[in-house]
C-alpha cells in the first residue's frame, strides 16, 4: 500500500516513528494551540461574537458547521451566501471568468487567478460571520494568509487514471500547512456526482504528516466522505490537518473562490 508517492499512514507506530525524528509539524500546531482542542471552548467563544443576520444562514447552522469542523475537520454551507450577492460578483468579474472559462488542456488542471480588490469581493472573503466562526475554531485572532484567488478546475472529457495520477490539481489524498485554515465559495452549481472537494472524516484527529496517502489507505480509515458540493454560494471549509482531494469528475469542471487563513504561521507575504 505504500509506495514512494504515497507514503501517508494512520498507523500509530508508523505516525509515531516519523514524528519522533520530523517533529516539526507538530511543534508548530502546539505552537499555535491547534492540538487537543476543546469543544466547550470553541462553542463559547463563538456564542461570545457578535452574529450578524443572515436571511440564508440561521446561527443555528452556523453552531452546526462549526460542531462539523471540531467534529470531523470540514463542513458544508449550504446557499450560505444569497444567488444575488454571487451573480453580482460574477457580474464585475465576468471577463475575467469568461477568460477563464476558455481554458484547455489534455490534464486536469487549475487556471488561478488573483482577484483584485473589490466590496463586493471584500463582502465574501471577510464575512464576519464567517470569519468569528474560523476565530472560534482556531480559539485565537486570525490572518489572512493570503490575497484572494479565483480557481477554475478543469477536467478533460477523457480521463484515466494516468491523467488522475499526474494532473496538475490536488486529485490525490493529503493534508496542508499544519495550521491552513481553506474557505472556498461556490460560484457554479455543483452536483453531487460532479467535480468536488472530498474530506476524509475525523482524519484531522491523528498527528498526520506532510504525504499523500493511496485510496486503499483511506477506504481502511473511514467510507465515509464530506462531499463539497451545492448550489453557487454555498461554503465550505476544512483545518489544514484534515486528509481532503479533489474528486475529479470527466468534463465537468467548477469555478470557487479561495480563501486562506492562520492563526499566524506561514502568512504568504
Known amino acids: 500500500d505504500y509506495d514512494e508517492n504515497h507514503l501517508g499512514t494512520f498507523s500509530s507506530w508508523r505516525l509515531s516513528f516519523y514524528n519522533i525524528f520530523f517533529p516539526g509539524r507538530t511543534i508548530n500546531r502546539l505552537k499555535f494551540k491547534q492540538l487537543n482542542k476543546n469543544p466547550k471552548k470553541i462553542i463559547q467563544f463563538f456564542n461570545q461574537k457578535k452574529y450578524e443576520e443572515n436571511s440564508n444562514c440561521s446561527k443555528k447552522e452556523l453552531e452546526k458547521a462549526l460542531s462539523d469542523l471540531v467534529n470531523l475537520g470540514g463542513c458544508v454551507i449550504p446557499n450560505y451566501f444569497s444567488q444575488d450577492k454571487i451573480n453580482e460578483f460574477l457580474k464585475e468579474n465576468e471577463i475575467l471568468i469568461k477568460k477563464m472559462r476558455e481554458y484547455k488542456s489534455d490534464q486536469i488542471s487549475y487556471k488561478i ?18 470569519i468569528n466562526l474560523i476565530r472560534s475554531f482556531l480559539t485565537t485572532d486570525i490572518f489572512a494568509r493570503n490575497y484572494p484567488y479565483l480557481y477554475y478546475t478543469y477536467v478533460p472529457e477523457a480521463l484515466n487514471k494516468d491523467k488522475i495520477l499526474n494532473s496538475k490539481a490536488a486529485s490525490s489524498w493529503h493534508i496542508d500547512h499544519s495550521v491552513l485554515f481553506n474557505l ?37 480509515f473511514s467510507n465515509k466522505r464530506i462531499k463539497c458540493f451545492g448550489s453557487k454560494g454555498t461554503v465550505y471549509m476544512h483545518t489544514g490537518n484534515v486528509v481532503h482531494r479533489l474528486n475529479p469528475v470527466a468534463g465537468k469542471n467548477r469555478l470557487n473562490l479561495h480563501f486562506e487563513f492562520s492563526p499566524g504561521s506561514n502568512i504568504l507575504l
Open 113 to 130: 487567478e488573483l482577484l483584485k480588490i473589490s466590496q463586493k469581493l471584500v463582502e465574501l472573503w471577510l464575512d464576519n460571520n464567517l
Open 184 to 220: 472556498h465559495v461556490l460560484l457554479d452549481d455543483i452536483e453531487e456526482d460532479e467535480t468536488c472537494m472530498e474530506i476524509l472524516p475525523k482524519s484531522h484527529k491523528s498527528f498526520n504528516i506532510a504525504s499523500k496517502y493511496t485510496n486503499s489507505v483511506i477506504d481502511k
